[in-house]
């Protein structure tokens, strides 16, 4: 095989790691997407997390948008204004999700 087809070959294949590596990281948000429900001291609280990472946080009193993203077995909630929740998947497919002054709050998610 000449110098140049060599090279070539090794190109395509460090392309189609990185395909993979994308693939695989959109895939990752993609089943954590969809609606979680938690009873907090205030009320029903709806956590709705959208396919390509954006979502809401509503209550009774207020809607609120954000950005979120999937880091291993975490999820990251980025507010407009700059802040960050970091919640943790749980093994029943529902998100715990430490609140200041409130403590944990537990999501379990809606079935369709």
């Known amino acids: 095989m000449k110098w140049g087809a060599r090279l070539t070959l090794r190109w395509c294949v460090v392309a189609l790691c990185f395909a993979v590596f994308a693939l695989a990281g ?6 954590v997407s969809g609606r979680y ?3 907090a001291q205030s009320g029903e609280v709806l956590l709705v997390l959208d396919e390509g990472g954006r979502g809401t946080w ?7 948008a954000f950005t979120w993203e999937r880091r291993g077995d ?20 529902g998100i715990v999700m430490p609140m200041p002054g409130v403590g944990e709050v537990v999501f379990s998610r809606e079935r369709p």
């Open 26 to 31: 959109c895939q990752q948000t993609d089943d």
């Open 37 to 39: 429900v938690a009873q």
């Open 74 to 93: 975490e999820v990251w909630l980025h507010t407009r204004g700059g802040g960050v929740l970091v919640g943790t998947l749980s093994a029943g497919g």
């Open 58 to 64: 509503a209550t009774d009193e207020e809607d609120i």
